[in-house]
């Protein structure tokens, strides 16, 4: 069976500031990667995902995840952020398999708080 | 073009009722994908449809709960027996071939059982 922990349930941080929100993740077999973000009152919308390839993905809204796979770990990044980025963000993953369904199977979230 | 979209956008029952909730994907898109999500959680899946069959029901909780995707576009969440544990946000989504294809949200529909 497959799991998602994220490891921060909130992360305050201040405008234009750098930040991580930690995944990681367990599977006994290859699985793709998925960030979402959840603004207030709006569906999931996809920030990137890794499927295959080079490690480190690029995303929307100048996000990006690096793939490591000895770490079972797939953290998202934002060098600088701004207020619109408060929202919650959801790690996903799903089955590489030849069987997979892109059953997304998610983490609790991580609420991001950017402050001015 | 149209997003995914669901209806209601809010339902209230009472304990013991039957509800059903409809999800209208993408055009075009063949998988089609329930998820529930309880305050403070992440969504969790509930079933997977390629075309008109149910893939994976393998998240569906009990027997209560069912789903129909009878002509392979719109879909419908039948909950009967409503309990209050099912108060949550029922969230569709749709990919265009269902593996690492994008799945698009719709923007959920809230049930609470009273």
């Known amino acids: 069976a497959q799991s998602v922990t994220q490891l921060d349930s909130q992360v305050p941080v201040f405008e234009e500031a750098p930040v991580e929100l930690r995944c990681n993740y367990s599977?006994?077999?290859?699985?793709?990667l998925f960030w979402y973000v959840q603004y207030p009152n709006q569906g999931l919308q996809l920030l990137l995902k890794?499927?295959?390839?080079?490690?480190l993905v690029k995303g929307i809204n100048g996000f990006e995840a690096e793939f490591n796979k000895s770490q079972t770990s797939f953290h998202l990044r934002k060098p600088s952020v701004h207020i619109s980025d408060t929202a919650e963000y959801f790690c996903?993953?799903?089955?590489?398999?030849?069987?997979?369904?892109?059953?997304?199977?998610f983490g609790q979230g991580t609420t991001l708080q950017v402050k001015p | 073009g149209a997003g995914v979209s669901q209806t209601p956008s809010n339902k209230v029952t009472e304990k013991g009722k039957y509800v059903e909730l409809r999800c209208d994907p993408i055009?075009?898109?063949?998988?089609l994908y329930w998820y529930r999500q309880s305050l403070g959680q992440g969504p969790e899946f509930l079933i997977y449809?390629?075309?008109?069959?149910?893939?994976?029901d393998s998240g569906l909780p009990n027997d209560r709960f069912f789903a129909v995707r009878p002509e392979g576009s719109v879909s419908t969440l039948k909950i009967q027996r409503t309990e209050r544990g099912d108060s949550a946000v029922y969230l569709c989504?749709?990919?265009?071939?269902?593996?690492?294809?994008?799945?698009?949200f719709g923007p959920g529909t809230r049930l609470t059982v009273l």
């Open positions: 989504a749709s990919s265009l071939l269902g593996g690492g294809d994008t799945q698009y």
């Open positions: 055009s075009g898109h063949t998988a």
């Open positions: 449809f390629q075309g008109t069959g149910a893939a994976d």
């Open positions: 996903a993953v799903s089955d590489e398999g030849s069987s997979n369904t892109g059953k997304l199977i």
């Open positions: 599977s006994s077999v290859s699985v793709y």
């Open positions: 890794y499927l295959s390839g080079s490690t």
